[in-house]
């Protein structure tokens, strides 16, 4: 049986909905989610459309008006009547082919609203709001109808009225790329964004704008409106010829979602984007599975190998059989090779890579066969440079040369600008490639690893075998630029992480990496470097060091434990931008990351989540007390202890550090060896 529903599907009768008129074109009508705290109001008002968001009785989103305006035909923005209105109650659970938890509640109330054009034209357009108790979803249906068929929207016209110059962590409105450090700012200084954009209120409520289920549409980005204080309006990413989205009734646009939190955790335990999604539509979804891996990678970052073929070429047969031996023995399952075909020294071209041809010096069959014996799998690779169109040219044939070698994974790139000229990474016509790519690889049961994507909306509902994706501002920053300050990963988590899973690559032991470039690093502690693996969550999980930096390194141990798939996910302390402290339960294991940003600070963390009946072996990876991101990153201490529910364990955390911690059933013999818990000095 297809393992994705086992649902309880309960339609409540507990509306919280009022209509209060129906008038010709005045109406107004409210919907509230199942705890009572989020509202959303509809209101038309002399015939516009606007919507509002409460929170506790608090106004989030003060009254915003919706609609489009239409390349040679008439706005859709003003003269509608209410034609109908209508709710429902959803209350189910759903168990996702991966995640940070192993079942998803599904409960919201919905609010449809059929609106119509009072003039002649008579056009519909339908709204549906949901309201989850962790935040809102609205998105735009048009319906099929004789005067709107073909159309070109110019402008999506959705506002976000805040009501107040809150505090917000927000990237620029780049069409092209999210490898942006975050902002901090007030909203007043967020003139045009990336989503999602997050907030914090003055009276401490967190609040994040982004989109979920973006399919055959635009990415959008928001833009402040002029004059209008605190108000952000929807601006989508364009086609080369200034149109936004080109499409014919029916057609839907993504949901605009607001996550909704009392705490900054909050927003980390939400799945109000997943359940925005559709359901699962892959049959038989159990060759997908979420797998940590090595590389073939970090070399070329830092100049110790190179991508095409010469002298330092990464990917030669040698070369990788040496990194499978290395995953082979420490129970990493997957390898990544990057440089493997014909092509990179033509990068930046169009048409430069050969996805089907291997250079003379990689044997790929001999490398897949050889992985197979030692039971490592090839990650594969396609870098497209950006030229999209050539990739989907060449797809059917990389995807079957893969499938034919039982390659179950690819990591895809658009490093450069789009081909066809003038298309966007995060327009509609890339929206529409990336999406195609991932239906094929489905087809061909491939997994995907996506750098230089789009955002993730959650499609990873229907399709679990998109798994990760880059759009960060990720690890190999460390290497070639001025790196990510040690706050960089204390933001991501409440901001592209709301989004979706990481593909961070983390896990760099060698902090410094002087023998290869003087003058870039990492900046983090060691300890810090294996408390990500907790903290920034991803399906696909790189170990992202070379082999040899790893060798004989007792923190390791910790890599190889950490699972990459989650049954439980718990955010204990957080602060955007300083601290956090997560933990996670795989089987009868938790594990808890807790990293700090340029600050030295301890942290207590309560086990309450532990069974109050057992006795636990705490294996803890922490920032010794003379560590130091900028002075002395490696210093860290591993100890063992016996813990249980009633502990508290301490978090003493470097400048820059961290401490990843794992605690498993603790046996008879550490019962009887092991020391209870004490802090270091
Ligand atoms: C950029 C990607 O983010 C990186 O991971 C990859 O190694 C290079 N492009 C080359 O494909
Ligand atoms: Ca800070």
């Not at 086992?6 to 107004?28: D, R």
């Not at 190179?306 to 420490?330: E, L, M, Q, Y």
């Amino acid at each position: 049986m297809y393992n994705f529903f086992k649902l309880l599907f309960l339609v409540s009768l507990t509306l919280t909905f009022i209509m209060c008129s129906l008038l010709k074109n005045n109406a107004q009508s409210a919907v509230s989610s199942p705890d009572g705290k989020v509202n959303i109001n509809f209101i038309l008002k002399d015939g516009v459309p606007y919507y509002s968001v409460l929170y506790d009785g608090d106004v989030v989103i003060q009254p915003s008006s919706l609609g489009f305006r239409f390349k040679k035909i008439e706005p859709m923005n003003k003269d509608f009547v209410v034609l109908d209105m209508s709710t429902k109650s959803i209350n189910e659970t759903w168990q996702p082919v991966w995640g940070k938890t192993n079942e998803i509640c599904n409960h919201y109330n919905e609010l449809f609203v059929k609106l119509k054009e009072e003039t002649e034209l008579g056009r519909q357009i339908h709204l549906v709001f949901r309201a989850y108790n962790d935040g809102i979803g609205f998105r735009y249906i048009l319906p099929e109808q004789p005067d709107l068929k073909d159309f070109e929207i110019i402008s999506e016209e959705t506002l976000f009225r805040f009501t107040g110059n809150h505090t917000a962590w927000w990237i620029p409105d780049e069409y092209d790329s999210y490898e942006q450090l975050y902002k901090e700012t007030p909203l007043s200084k967020a003139k045009a964004v990336n989503t999602p954009i997050t907030m914090k209120t003055e009276n401490g409520l967190y609040l994040s704008v982004h989109e979920a289920d973006l399919t055959d549409y635009a990415g959008m980005t928001l833009t402040a409106v002029k004059g209008e204080p605190n108000t952000l309006e929807s601006n989508l990413v364009p086609w080369p010829d200034d149109v936004k989205v080109k499409a014919s009734t029916p057609h839907r646009t993504p949901w605009r979602t607001i996550q909704i939190s009392a705490d900054a955790g909050g927003l980390i335990e939400s799945n109000l984007i997943v359940n925005l999604n559709d359901p699962c539509v892959i049959e038989d979804p159990s060759w997908i599975k979420p797998m940590k891996y090595m590389g073939i990678w970090w070399g070329m970052h830092i100049g110790k190998e190179t991508w095409h073929i010469g002298p330092k070429h990464g990917a030669t047969t040698a070369n990788s059989k040496r990194h499978i031996d290395f995953a082979a023995k420490h129970g990493i399952p997957a390898l990544l090779i990057e440089g493997w075909n014909t092509g990179w020294e033509n990068w930046g071209k169009e048409g430069a890579f050969n996805l089907t041809t291997p250079y003379p010096d990689f044997d790929l069959k001999e490398v897949v066969r050889y992985g197979r014996e030692k039971g490592v799998v090839i990650i594969g690779h396609h870098e497209t440079g950006g030229d999209a169109a050539d990739y989907d040219r060449q797809i059917d044939s990389a995807f079957a040369l893969y499938q034919k070698l039982g390659i179950s994974a690819v990591k895809t790139g658009y490093a450069g600008r789009i081909f066809p000229n003038g298309q966007h990474h995060h327009g509609q016509w890339m929206v529409n490639h990336y999406r195609s790519v991932v239906e094929n690889a489905a087809e061909h049961h491939i997994m995907i690893d996506a750098h230089e994507p789009i955002k993730p909306t959650g499609i990873s509902r229907t399709y679990p075998n998109m798994m990760t994706r880059e759009g960060v501002r990720g690890m190999e920053y460390n290497a070639w630029s001025d790196g990510n300050p040690p706050e960089h990963t204390t933001i991501l988590p409440f901001t592209r992480m709301l989004a979706g899973p990481l593909d961070y690559t983390p896990g760099i032991f060698d902090l410094t990496f002087n023998r290869y470039k003087k003058y870039n690093r990492v900046y983090t502690t060691l300890a810090k470097q294996l408390a990500l693996y907790v903290v920034l969550y991803s399906p696909l999980q790189m170990a992202a060091d070379l082999p040899e930096n790893y060798k004989n390194q007792p923190a390791f141990t910790f890599i190889e434990n950490v699972p990459v798939n989650w049954d439980k996910t718990k955010v204990l302390n957080a602060e955007i931008g300083d601290f956090i402290c997560i933990a996670r339960k795989n089987g009868d294991n938790w594990y808890i990351g807790s990293i700090t940003d340029e600050n030295a600070r301890r942290l207590e963390i309560p086990l309450t989540f532990l069974d109050s009946d057992k006795k636990y072996t705490a294996h803890i990876y922490t920032d010794a007390p003379d560590a130091d991101w900028e002075s002395n990153p490696t210093a860290i201490k591993i100890n063992k202890y016996l813990v249980s529910h009633s502990d508290t364990i301490t978090a003493s955390l470097a400048r820059g550090g961290g401490q990843a911690v794992r605690i498993t059933p603790a046996t008879e013999k550490e019962i009887k060896t092991l020391k209870d818990y004490t802090p270091l000095k």
